[in-house]
Structure formats: structure tokens, C-alpha cells
């Protein structure tokens, strides 16, 4: 079956995981801006990071048949640091031209502090101006909820952003009601450790169905799976879901979701 995974660091992935993830069906990914496991320094860093994203890691997937698409953005980790921040904000439309740019992300919250906010409503003004999609990171753990529900605010505080250009990542049981009930995209990610395995999320697609809902590993340098979304379909297999049920989740909906960029439309029609 193929699939894409809509959120997943190839930037700390060997190569072998690209090839790992070709032979079950992944067809396209898309890699967020992200902590690199340390702080940045300077715009400087990021301006090379760019590069990498949109550069390197295309050529990388496209050894395996992957399509690579990317997101821009100083991610929630690092926004506490506010003149860094907007000195990257500042660089992003350097890259925005790029064919495999999808938009601004992951934005969102850490610690859910008034410097990561600030940040993150520069970064919805920067995808305003351009008319991009985005894609935001919820906190983990105990401060998802806060969270999710400071981003939401946030969001409805925009009136230049289309929820339905969008997407909500990181949902668990008690955040996913929240985001689909205010019109976004939703996402759940596969991670071992801080966010929900595959059998959880089979059970939130059973229970909230399959419109605007997609599924990702978040591969990264920390503990993770890359393969995360291959043994989602085979959960939802052995639970005896059609395959037209599980193409919706893992292929059809991100699909719809990035074909809503101009630039990329022509690239996410051929997958």
C-alpha cells in the first residue's frame, strides 16, 4: 500500500531508513523545521539548515523514490530566544521559492511561555503575508493540553488563516475533539515514548472517523520509528479495515492537505 508520512526528520535518519521506508509503500514525506538537539546559535546555522532541507535531503529521497517536501520555521524549542527568532522569520522568504517548501512549521508551543507565543503569531504573520500552509507542533506531555488550547486561540485570533490550510499535529485522546471540532487538519504521531502508538491511534480513528485526521512518525535523533505508519496499517489491518479505510489515513488526506500549495501542486498530483 503506499503511504506518505507527513512528518518525519530525515535529517537524523541513516539512509537505510529511506530505503526501509520505500520497500513499504512510502511513496512522499514531508520534514518540519526542527530542534537539531542543541540550540542555534545564529541565523546562520538556520540559513544552512534551510539549505540542507531544501537541497540535500530531496536528492537523498529521490535515490529511493521518495519525494521530499519541507517546512521553514525557528521551531518552539528555540523561540524562547525572540531576537534569534525574528532574525530566521526574517531569512525564511529567502526559501519560500523552493519546489519542495510546503509552508511555515512546526510552529507551535514548548513550555507554553509568552516568548514561545510571540514567536509563534510572527510566524502566523510571516504565513499570512505569503498565503502558506501550516503545520504546528503541540507541547508534549502535561502541557499539551494548555497548549493545544493557547494555539487554538491563537489561530481564531488570525482572521487571515483558513483552518482548513492547517494542520494540528501531535493529537492525543484529549486534544483531538479540540482540533477537529474548530475545522483544522489533525495529526497523530506514532512515537514510542512521548506521543501515542499505533493501536491508540486505530482506536481515535474508530472513534472520530477519518475526515481531516493523518498519521506520522515524527522520526528524529531521539528514540523513534520511521516505520511508525507501516505498522499503523497493519494495526488497522488485523482490526479488519478495508483498505479504502486505511489509503484515507495514511495517503489520501495528506495527499489533500499538500496539494492545497501552488508550488507543489504538480510534484503531489503525479505521487
Same mark, same amino acid.
Given at each position: 500500500?503506499?503511504?506518505?508520512?507527513?512528518?518525519?526528520?530525515?535529517?537524523?535518519?541513516?539512509?537505510?531508513?529511506?530505503?526501509?521506508?520505500?520497500?513499504?509503500?512510502?511513496? %512522499?514525506?514531508?520534514?518540519?523545521?526542527?530542534?537539531?538537539?542543541?540550540?542555534?546559535?545564529?541565523? *546562520?546555522? &538556520?540559513?544552512?539548515? &534551510?539549505?540542507?532541507?531544501?537541497?540535500?535531503?530531496?536528492?537523498?529521497?529521490?535515490?529511493?523514490?521518495?519525494?521530499? &517536501?519541507?517546512?521553514? =520555521?525557528? @521551531?518552539?524549542?528555540? /523561540?524562547? @530566544?525572540?531576537?534569534?527568532?525574528?532574525?530566521?522569520? !526574517?531569512?525564511?522568504?529567502?526559501?519560500?521559492?523552493?519546489? +519542495?517548501?510546503?509552508?511555515? #512549521?512546526?510552529?507551535?508551543? +514548548? !513550555? @507554553?511561555?509568552?516568548?514561545?507565543?510571540?514567536?509563534? =503569531?510572527?510566524?502566523?504573520?510571516?504565513?499570512?503575508?505569503?498565503?502558506?500552509?501550516?503545520?504546528?507542533?503541540?507541547?508534549?506531555?502535561?502541557?499539551?493540553?494548555? #497548549?493545544?488550547?493557547?494555539?487554538? *486561540?491563537?489561530? !481564531? @485570533?488570525?482572521?487571515?488563516?483558513?483552518?482548513?490550510?492547517?494542520?494540528?499535529?501531535?493529537?492525543?485522546?484529549?486534544?483531538?475533539?479540540?482540533?477537529?471540532? %474548530?475545522?483544522?487538519? =489533525?495529526?497523530?504521531?506514532?512515537?514510542?515514548?512521548?506521543? =501515542?502508538?499505533?493501536?491508540?491511534? /486505530?482506536?481515535?480513528?474508530?472513534?472520530?472517523?477519518?475526515?481531516?485526521?493523518?498519521?506520522?512518525?515524527?522520526?528524529?535523533?531521539?528514540?523513534?520509528?520511521?516505520?511508525?505508519?507501516?505498522?499503523?496499517?497493519?494495526?488497522?489491518?488485523?482490526?479488519?479495515?478495508?483498505?479504502?479505510?486505511?489509503?484515507?489515513?495514511?495517503?489520501? +488526506?495528506?495527499?489533500? &492537505?499538500?496539494?492545497?500549495?501552488?508550488?507543489?501542486?504538480?510534484?503531489? %498530483?503525479?505521487?
Amino acid at each position: 500500500m503506499k503511504y506518505i508520512d507527513p512528518h518525519i526528520h530525515m535529517v537524523s535518519r541513516l539512509t537505510d531508513d529511506y530505503e526501509r521506508m520505500a520497500h513499504a509503500g512510502c511513496v %512522499a514525506m514531508s520534514e518540519p523545521a526542527f530542534w537539531a538537539g542543541f540550540d542555534r546559535g545564529s541565523a *546562520d546555522g &538556520f540559513r544552512d539548515y &534551510f539549505r540542507q532541507l531544501t537541497e540535500v535531503e530531496p536528492k537523498r529521497a529521490a535515490q529511493y523514490a521518495i519525494q521530499h &517536501f519541507c517546512w521553514l =520555521c525557528i @521551531n518552539a524549542k528555540e /523561540a524562547e @530566544n525572540v531576537e534569534l527568532s525574528r532574525d530566521v522569520i !526574517k531569512m525564511i522568504p529567502e526559501f519560500l521559492d523552493k519546489p +519542495n517548501v510546503l509552508g511555515i #512549521g512546526e510552529i507551535g508551543l +514548548n !513550555k @507554553n511561555t509568552p516568548n514561545e507565543a510571540t514567536v509563534f =503569531c510572527e510566524h502566523l504573520e510571516l504565513a499570512a503575508q505569503h498565503d502558506e500552509l501550516i503545520l504546528i507542533h503541540t507541547p508534549h506531555l502535561e502541557d499539551k493540553y494548555k #497548549g493545544t488550547r493557547m494555539i487554538l *486561540d491563537m489561530l !481564531k @485570533n488570525e482572521s487571515r488563516i483558513k483552518p482548513e490550510r492547517v494542520l494540528v499535529d501531535h493529537a492525543e485522546e484529549h486534544t483531538i475533539q479540540l482540533i477537529l471540532d %474548530a475545522g483544522f487538519w =489533525c495529526g497523530m504521531t506514532l512515537y514510542p515514548i512521548t506521543k =501515542c502508538t499505533p493501536q491508540r491511534a /486505530a482506536d481515535m480513528i474508530e472513534k472520530y472517523g477519518t475526515e481531516r485526521l493523518c498519521a506520522n512518525s515524527a522520526g528524529d535523533w531521539g528514540p523513534s520509528q520511521p516505520m511508525a505508519v507501516p505498522q499503523l496499517i497493519l494495526e488497522m489491518k488485523l482490526r479488519g479495515h478495508d483498505e479504502a479505510t486505511i489509503s484515507k489515513i495514511v495517503y489520501e +488526506n495528506p495527499k489533500a &492537505f499538500f496539494g492545497q500549495c501552488k508550488r507543489a501542486q504538480e510534484a503531489i %498530483a503525479a505521487l
